[in-house]
């Protein structure tokens, strides 16, 4: 399996605080991703890297920024967080486009009350 | 219409069945495909590339049909270690891979 990390795994909070996730790879991976998980929805992306401090925008990422300023991390920051947010975060990896597979985190449960 | 459609099921089966699992997808540009299996509060994982020759791991099977666009996944001798929820995924180009909302297998005892 892919050396990946997010943190935290569970996190509570209240509509309008900032929150930031974070993911880790051990793996060198060149390109990497943010999805969030719903219910009747496959992963949606809302952010993605294809290096260091080169990122663009998902199909979903009103209300989310990203940084990448090592390989190795890469975070999501809800500005304000909405009850809307609440969702499960999974982190990808992928060493090449469209040939490889990406790799997942094991997901961040966020819940905004 | 969703880029990538699978029926959610799920799929009730007693161990020992075979079942089959098909996805559609609507980009005929697609290149690459692939299923995912997710357990219960757990992340996706590959479980196999599809190929348009048909390719199998043991007692899985996938298939991909370019002119009906379609995907499918046959599992054979179903195990109870089976039981999860199998997502779809195209590959449509550049930094855009569309997962399916999965369907979901329960192998009963």
């Known amino acids: 399996d892919a050396g990946i990390t997010q943190s935290p795994r569970h996190k509570v909070t209240e509509t309008g605080t900032p929150v930031t996730l974070r993911c880790h790879q051990t793996?060198?991976?060149?390109?990497m991703y943010w999805y969030r998980q719903d219910p009747g929805h496959g992963l949606r992306l809302i952010h993605y890297?294809?290096?260091?401090?080169?990122?663009d925008k998902g199909e979903v990422s009103d209300g989310y920024s990203v940084s990448r300023s090592k390989t190795e991390d890469f975070l999501l920051t809800l500005e304000s967080a909405t009850s809307s947010q609440t969702s499960v975060y999974f982190c990808?990896?992928?060493?090449?486009?469209?040939?490889?597979?990406?790799?997942f985190g094991p997901g961040t449960r966020l819940t905004v009350l | 219409r969703k880029e990538v459609e699978q029926d959610p099921g799920p799929f009730n089966v007693p161990e020992g069945a075979t079942v089959a699992f098909n996805c559609t997808y609507s980009?005929?540009?697609?290149?690459?495909f692939f299923w995912y299996r997710q357990d219960c509060r757990k992340e996706p994982k590959l479980l196999m590339s599809?190929?348009?020759s048909g390719n199998e791991d043991g007692r899985f099977t996938a298939q991909l049909n370019r002119a009906s666009q379609y995907i499918s996944l046959l599992i054979r001798d179903s195990k109870l270690s089976d039981s999860a929820t199998y997502l779809c995924?195209?590959?449509?180009?550049?930094?855009?891979?569309?997962f399916g909302a999965g369907t979901r297998l329960f192998v009963k005892a």
């Open positions: 990808a990896t992928q060493g090449a486009i469209g040939t490889d597979t990406q790799y």
């Open positions: 793996e060198n991976h060149r390109y």
């Open positions: 890297s294809y290096g260091v401090k080169d990122t």
């Open positions: 980009n005929s540009a697609s290149q690459s």
């Open positions: 599809v190929y348009s």
């Open positions: 995924v195209v590959f449509t180009g550049g930094f855009k891979t569309i």
